[in-house]
């Protein structure tokens, strides 16, 4: 796999039936390696060495977005049941188009995070959500501190 716009982690592997596993240690499991999940996993590692606990991650798991069910890729629990970040991760020959913000958007609408990180593993980007006013501002980091709301 390619290297990313990440620090380097040490990740485990594995072969089987021709096809390449690398190991979750949210979901506690080896999963299939393809170009998103290299770029989950860089996540992941990035945030637990941030400091987050693993406790406080959730990977893939179902939500409904106006009445049809989607997944989201990470995201991080904030206080009192809230999201306190999600994040959608791309492989790394996606291009972060309008396209791709609308989908973390739509998330959003669900979810209601307090940040959203959308990135390819190339390019990252990040958002802090006003609800209030009902709009977002592009930040050039995450405000990991206030990640401990």
């Known amino acids: 796999m390619q290297a990313l ?14 096809k390449r596993y690398i190991f979750d240690v949210i979901r506690k499991k080896f999963v299939l ?12 590692s990035d ?47 996606v291009a972060i188009t309008q396209a791709t913000f609308d989908q973390i958007a739509r998330y959003q609408l669900a979810l209601n995070a307090s940040y959203l990180m959308l990135t390819n593993g190339m390019q990252h980007f ?10 977002y501002q592009f930040i050039e980091h995450l405000p990991l501190k206030e990640l401990e709301l």
């Open 5 to 18: 716009a990440f620090p380097p982690f040490g990740f485990k592997t594995k072969s089987s039936e021709n």
């Open 33 to 44: 390696l393809t170009p998103e999940e290299w770029v989950r996993q860089h996540v992941l």
């Open 47 to 93: 945030l637990i060495d941030k400091g987050i606990s693993k406790t406080r991650l959730s990977v893939e798991k179902q939500f409904e977005v106006m009445g049809q069910k989607k997944r989201f890729d990470v995201v991080v629990a904030g206080k009192n049941a809230s999201i306190a970040l999600l994040v959608e991760c791309k492989a790394p020959t």
């Open 126 to 135: 990040y958002c802090q959500i006003d609800r209030e006013k009902q709009s």
